[in-house]
């Protein structure tokens, strides 16, 4: 006899949960289906249709309840007429779940009623909704501005890979960024200049964890000027000693004060980087190098990689920075591919296999095809390679079959955004 447990342990995959409510004479009713959850992109081929026995625990704003969904549709009572279901009460099934436009707008509305662990899992079940084309990407940006002010340091976490992922991938066109970056001042920005850039004395620990997180996305994608040139003074006290801020902190106004960072600065980080005695002092330097966004800059520091002042095991932070920014990553890539060879030879035995991570950044069909092209062939060499190749261009047509979808979508709602604040 097939077990709940047994049909999670005997295929693949995880189900994804799709919750439609209805209310009739009163009596409000959810009616439940599943499939397996496959991200947009991912599959070549679609997977067979699969069934789990899914135990289903909702909560309402009436009460709980709980199902067993054996069959690949089903339906359970909610009692009243619901303000708002929560489809994974407690945050304690093992399912994706996705509600329908209005129900996601209802509970977005009343997300104050969940607990900690819902509000994460609802934020990450509607960001896996949209990535599977269940829902719209739009309706992430909303739930976020829900769950910004949130007091809990893990709810704030789990929303800002998703907002930044936005600008990293391209799905903003370059017009339209500073939409964009409006958004994520308007979103984040307060609670970032209140944190600010110095830590306090007895503040909680939740706050020195989350400042630097903040700070990062509000000063990168918010393009916050305020807390760039704070950060520009907060990285120069830093190099002239490294004692008068937290390590975090210094990464982060590092990696800020490089974003709009000119030659004399490069240079300062530069010549500190050749003194630095400590190594993780000098690879947070190293790394800092790798976050200008001046090509001219960005190609002078894949000379000093390929230069022999630094151990290359730590200046390769100077070819893999320039990989995570869109206007930088085509030439690290161009870097990689004209020197594969002589990189591989000057890093760790195996290093090869992870090469073709290089491109990992990029959110279109046509980079996939160069990593089919000149990589495949390349890393395969390499043990793990193969895996490893499979996994970044997995990840780029995701990203590609994601964008097509969720870009537009993303612009005109920032459109009608801006005009409504009109």
Request: charged share 25%.
């Amino acid at each position: 006899m097939t077990t709940p447990f047994s049909t999670f342990l005997d295929q693949a995959g995880l189900p994804l949960l799709s919750v439609k409510v209805s209310c009739d004479a009163g009596k409000g009713r959810a009616e439940l289906s599943q499939g397996r959850y496959v991200p947009l992109g991912a599959a070549q081929n679609p997977p067979p249709p699969q069934v789990w026995q899914i135990p289903v625990c909702m909560r309402t704003d009436h009460g709980r309840t709980c199902t067993l969904l054996s069959d690949a549709t089903g339906t359970a009572d909610l009692g009243g007429c619901p303000r708002w279901v929560m489809p994974n009460a407690g945050a304690s099934g093992y399912y994706r779940a996705a509600l329908d436009d209005t129900q996601t707008g209802a509970l977005t509305r009343s997300v104050a009623q969940l607990t900690t662990p819902e509000r994460m899992a609802f934020f990450s079940d509607v960001v896996a909704a949209a990535q599977a084309g269940a829902t719209e990407l739009p309706r992430v940006f909303e739930l976020a501005v829900a769950l910004a002010g949130d007091k809990d340091r893990h709810v704030v976490e789990t929303l800002l890979p998703a907002i930044a992922s936005a600008e990293e991938h391209g799905f903003v066109p370059e017009e339209a960024l500073p939409k964009y970056a409006a958004y994520v001042r308007e979103t984040f920005g307060g609670r970032a200049r209140s944190l600010g850039f110095t830590e306090k004395k007895g503040e909680p620990e939740d706050a020195r964890i989350l400042r630097p997180k903040l700070l990062e996305l509000v000063g990168n994608q918010g393009q916050d000027p305020q807390l760039r040139s704070e950060a520009r003074r907060v990285a120069d006290r830093w190099l002239a000693d490294h004692k008068s801020t937290s390590p975090e902190l210094a990464s982060v106004a590092l990696f800020l004060a490089a974003i709009d960072g000119d030659a004399a600065f490069h240079d300062k980080l530069h010549s500190a980087a050749k003194v630095e005695k400590d190594r993780l002092e000098r690879q947070r330097i190293l790394a800092a190098m790798g976050d200008f966004r001046d090509p001219r800059l960005v190609e002078q520091g894949f000379e000093i990689f390929s230069g022999d002042e630094f151990d290359p095991r730590e200046s390769i932070a100077l070819v893999w920075g320039p990989s995570h920014e869109p206007r930088t990553m085509e030439a690290a890539l161009q870097f990689v591919q004209t020197n594969f060879d002589a990189i591989v030879k000057r890093m760790p035995r195996d290093y090869g296999a992870g090469l073709a991570g290089i491109a990992g950044g990029f959110c279109d069909d046509a980079h996939a095809k160069v990593l089919e092209e000149f990589f495949r062939p390349r890393v395969r060499a390499f043990p793990g390679g193969d895996r490893r190749y499979a996994q970044t261009v997995e990840q780029v047509r995701q990203c590609a079959a994601f964008r097509e979808r969720g870009g537009p979508a993303l612009t005109a709602w920032l459109q009608k955004r801006l005009l409504s604040k009109r």
